[in-house]
């Protein structure tokens, strides 16, 4: 299992990174303001942080209990599966944040979500999948 400085080192990134290279898109796609975007990214990127932690740290310690597997040695397939729970997770708590944030409603906030989930599911295959070559488990502070 990964450490709790690797762990911290891992969402930081993560959270970052998915500010970076989803909040353009996002404000191009929806209209919102740039700013505005920023902010409930922000606040979706804290809410993730925190199950980012709890679901990962779960994930590999179910998956090291069942498979004697450490994370950076996960297949493709459970590579997939474990990108898409996580986003599955935490749409069910952001879309009431993106309603309030934004204005719109359920609807077009669902679309939304489900747009950001969709580019969180990509983006989180490929991080985790580099993050666990650059710094495998062995490595882990």
């Known amino acids: 299992m990964r450490s709790p400085i690797d ?14 290279l ?26 993730a942080a925190v199950w980012n932690a709890l ?12 498979t004697g597997r450490t994370s950076d040695r996960r297949p ?7 990108a898409v729970g996580f986003e599955g997770g935490l749409l069910l708590v952001s879309l009431p944040v993106v309603m ?3 204005g719109m409603g359920w609807v077009d906030a669902l679309l939304a979500d489900i747009g950001l989930a969709a580019a969180y599911v990509v983006y989180a295959y490929v991080f985790n999948l580099g993050y666990d070559r650059v710094f495998p488990v062995s490595q882990a502070v």
């Open 7 to 20: 762990r911290v080192r891992q969402v930081l990134l993560f959270e970052v990174g998915g500010l970076v």
């Open 76 to 82: 493709v397939p459970l590579r997939v599966f474990h």
């Open 100 to 102: 309030a944030w934004t």
């Open 22 to 47: 989803i909040t353009p898109p996002f404000v191009w796609l929806t209209g919102v303001s740039p700013l505005e975007s920023l902010g409930l990214l922000a606040v979706i990127a804290a809410i």
């Open 55 to 66: 679901y990962n740290t779960s994930f590999d310690w179910v998956e090291g209990r069942l």
